[in-house]
């Protein structure tokens, strides 16, 4: 076949079309997990971010490390896409991609196809089960708070993580997006009201900017930009979720589900940083709502919503580490065995997390580490490398303007990842030393 046909066979070939998706998410859907896969427990910590970026320049940059986030995303699913098309393939995941675009790049970079593909579900693997292991801390302590402050019943956190597995048991069991849907929408309303409950406190009271700061020290950049990237980003729910849409032609369209979910989410952040620092200033703890006076009920209720708002975001949560193991362990089975092996594997992998989170509960740092680690990493420099190398070696337009704009990115990962690493581990060597 000459390569004039390949061509014209590239370009007839619409993956959607081939797509074969047993039980498709719906647009509405999808943007509920897009807001779902952002929002957690990160957005509390943003005026903590504005204390060390300062009220301008945080302004700014959270506005600029989100739309350049937000590009990244729009680099990895339309480098996925194209790359489907090329291959004939009708869907792939985070890891396909990178093996699919690596393996067809140049000679130099094939020969680590393999290895740059293990490293991605690696990376995502432990990601998402120590964010889960959080989740699972956070909760037990929310409960903890409310209930000691309310009732005086001082129990161990690790009963109250012992407690909340029995609900957490049957989120974690379900295998379907489509069905997460709801789950992810309590969680999503629940969050949402703890933050607007925490901003009519931050906002009721009077505040001054006279002693607030406006400008960050160079000291403080990295700690703030990377707590930014690390709030905003969900990357790893970014092409499971495309990749189950029933429209995905709708993901990445101008007012498509990614840049209106990421609109939404940015005003969020913004707006809870802003005035969170300008309320609180010096005195900003590491969550905002433990600045909230602990004898008003609404205040209290915010610790509350946002423990059940997490764990019904566990599902979705789940479903990436699941879907990455399920996949590498389904061919060992016989098909009559997939309905049990998959429950079994899941309340599994729960016990483990259980077992980490009740023996170190003061996993947060590390958590941290691997945060910054893999923000970085995910969500900007393989995005970027995909980008370069897909388009390879002509691909770049006009004075290769796309090839200078994804380096400025790459240095900007680049700076993420170093900085971001160095605080992380300077915070865990001050809480053992």
Same mark, same amino acid.
């Given at each position: 076949?000459?390569?004039?046909?390949?061509?014209?066979?590239?370009?007839?070939?619409?993956?959607?079309?081939?797509?074969?998706?047993?039980?498709?998410?719906?647009?509405?859907?999808?943007?509920?997990?897009?807001?779902?896969?952002?929002?957690?427990?990160?957005?509390?910590?943003?005026? @903590?971010?504005?204390?060390?970026?300062?009220? /301008?320049?945080?302004? *700014?940059?959270? +506005?600029? #490390?989100?739309? =350049?986030?937000?590009?990244c995303v729009h680099l990895l699913v339309g480098t996925s896409q194209k790359a489907c098309k090329k291959g004939q393939?009708?869907?792939?995941?985070?890891?396909?991609?990178?093996?699919?675009?690596?393996?067809?790049?140049?000679?130099?970079?094939?020969?680590?196809?393999k290895f740059t593909t293990g490293f991605v579900d690696v990376m995502i693997l432990i990601q998402s089960i120590?964010?889960?292991?959080?989740?699972?801390?956070?909760?037990?302590?929310?409960?903890?708070?409310?209930?000691?402050?309310? @009732?005086?019943?001082?129990?161990?956190?690790? /009963?109250?993580?012992? *407690?909340?597995? +029995?609900? #957490?048991?049957? =989120?974690?069991?379900?295998?379907?997006?489509?069905?997460?849907?709801?789950?992810?929408?309590?969680?999503?309303?629940?969050?949402?009201?703890?933050?607007?409950?925490?901003?009519?406190?931050?906002?009721?009271?009077?505040?001054?900017?006279?002693?607030?700061?406006?400008?960050?020290?160079?000291?403080?950049?990295?700690s703030f930009a990377s707590a930014v990237l690390f709030a905003i980003q969900g990357i790893r729910y970014v092409l499971p979720v495309e990749n189950k849409m029933k429209h995905p032609q709708h993901f990445l369209f101008r007012f498509g589900v990614l840049n209106l979910a990421m609109t939404f989410l940015i005003s969020l952040y913004s707006v809870t940083g802003f005035f969170g620092y300008a309320q609180y200033g010096e005195k900003t703890e590491g969550s905002v709502t433990l600045n909230l006076p602990e004898d008003n009920p609404w205040a209290e209720s915010t610790r509350l919503l946002s423990g059940i708002g997490i764990m019904f975001s566990l599902g979705l949560s789940y479903y990436v580490p699941m879907d990455i193991l399920w996949n590498h362990m389904h061919q060992r089975l016989s098909k009559q065995w997939h309905n049990w092996g998959q429950i079994i594997?899941?309340?599994?992998?729960?016990?483990?997390?259980?077992?980490?989170?009740?023996?170190?509960?003061?996993?947060?740092?590390?958590?941290?580490?691997?945060?910054?680690?893999?923000?970085?990493?995910?969500?900007i420099l393989i995005p970027v490398a995909l980008d370069v190398i897909f388009r390879w070696p002509s691909g770049f337009?006009?004075?290769?303007?796309v090839l200078w704009k994804d380096v400025v990115l790459f240095i900007f990962g680049m700076f993420i990842l170093v900085a971001g690493t160095y605080f992380?581990?300077?915070?865990?060597v001050a809480i053992y030393e």
């Open positions: 076949m000459s390569s004039v046909e390949c061509i014209h066979r590239e370009d007839e070939y619409d993956p959607f079309e081939h797509r074969k998706v047993e039980k498709p998410t719906s647009t509405i859907g999808t943007f509920i997990h897009m807001i779902k896969g952002s929002l957690g427990t990160g957005i509390m910590a943003m005026p @903590l971010a504005f204390k060390n970026g300062g009220l /301008i320049f945080g302004a *700014i940059g959270t +506005v600029v #490390i989100c739309v =350049i986030y937000t590009h393939i009708p869907v792939l995941g985070y890891a396909e991609t990178v093996h699919a675009v690596f393996s067809d790049g140049p000679s130099k970079v094939r020969r680590i196809a120590l964010t889960c292991c959080l989740f699972l801390i956070f909760i037990a302590k929310s409960l903890h708070d409310v209930i000691y402050n309310q @009732l005086g019943v001082d129990w161990d956190v690790r /009963i109250y993580i012992l *407690i909340e597995l +029995v609900p #957490i048991i049957f =989120i974690t069991q379900i295998r379907e997006l489509k069905y997460l849907v709801p789950f992810s929408l309590i969680s999503n309303a629940l969050l949402i009201t703890s933050i607007g409950i925490t901003l009519y406190f931050i906002l009721s009271e009077p505040f001054s900017l006279e002693h607030r700061n406006m400008w960050p020290q160079w000291s403080t950049v990295a594997v899941r309340f599994t992998m729960l016990v483990i997390l259980a077992a980490v989170a009740i023996g170190a509960p003061e996993i947060s740092p590390f958590v941290g580490l691997v945060g910054s680690f893999g923000s970085s990493t995910l969500a337009g006009r004075m290769k303007w992380s581990l300077k915070d865990i």
